[in-house]
């Protein structure tokens, strides 16, 4: 197996954070396993919510996968040599990003046999059949892409020249990832809250901040818990991204806000009325919208003040302040407030449930095991060409 030899040595504490991965997997697995047998009842799904936590991870995960674009575009087609070191970092991260999203459509298929019916029954007019081969190709193009760079950086070799192709057809193919998820929303008609041609930009320039945001932790913890460093160039930039993408993703958020509240139509309106005030005295996500509003204005005046953009400490925390406000605004937010209320005006509160919850884990987990091998893999390559 390619350099996975490399994964089975670590120290304690890596051990540790493995075996740690895998007991929440674990326990996951067998939630999933009660589900499988007793179905989707067992979550808080309902005739009214029919996505709920499980589609909300994979609208969120698409846009991390796609924001590897942020990365290999200055690198590869303008030649930017601080990105060098953090390139395959972000592949790996696409990589992880794209499986994730694949099992959370495959639990919330219910019975896993369906999944098969996308490819015996191809349906071109559908667009799940089209979100199922953009995130197949991408998974595939990154895969090929990252693992061959790896090798030839083993080798101390350029890469072969076939690759350089694919790296080039991976960056539309990012964009076309997300895009066609956004479709996927926008072709429910009845579902006015998702039927606005404003949001498959809106899910871009999400997918660029939280993406980013989350590759500038990774590089700092691997600075704190290894040798590696991936340096203050490439972090810097990458923190740029991340404010303006951000700046991008709240401007959009208000156009949205505008557009429902000065039109006043009902179906419109009453969308935000349940996620931020609340409709019919329920209000479950409330709280979770007006955090994720604070913490995503709270960002934008750290981002927008470049000395405190520059602190490192300051900026980690900025950026799990990004992450976690987009992980509620384009989860549970953008999902769930899309059924509520309902087409004929039913309000039924989602609560997910906590095998549900448990499921939702045990998947993330995995996302890191993946994350924590592939790292290990890439950063073990390196020390042995650095020491050669």
Partial sequence: MFMFEKAVVGSRRYWAWVLGLLVIMGLAFLAYLRQLSVGLVMTGLSRDVTWGLYIAQFTFLVGVAASAVMVV????LH?????????????FLAISAVTMSMLFIFVDMGQPMRVFNVILYATPSSMMFWDMVSLGGYLGLNAIIALVTLGAERKRMAPPRWVRPLIILSIPWA????TITAFLYNGLPGRSFWLTAILAPRFLASAFAAGPALLILLCLGLRRLTSFDAGREPVRKLAVIVTYAMLLNVFFILLELFTALYSQIPEHVEHFEYLYLGLHGQAPLVPWMWTSSVLAVASLVVLLVPPLRRRESWLAVTCAMVFASLWIDKGLGLIVGGFVPSPLGAVTSYVPSVPEVLIVLGIWALGFLMVTVFYKIALSVREEVAAS
């Fill in 79 to 91: 030649d930017f040599k601080a990105f060098g070191r953090i390139t395959i970092l972000g592949e």
């Fill in 175 to 178: 964009v076309s990832i997300h």
């Fill in 73 to 76: 575009l200055p690198y590869y």
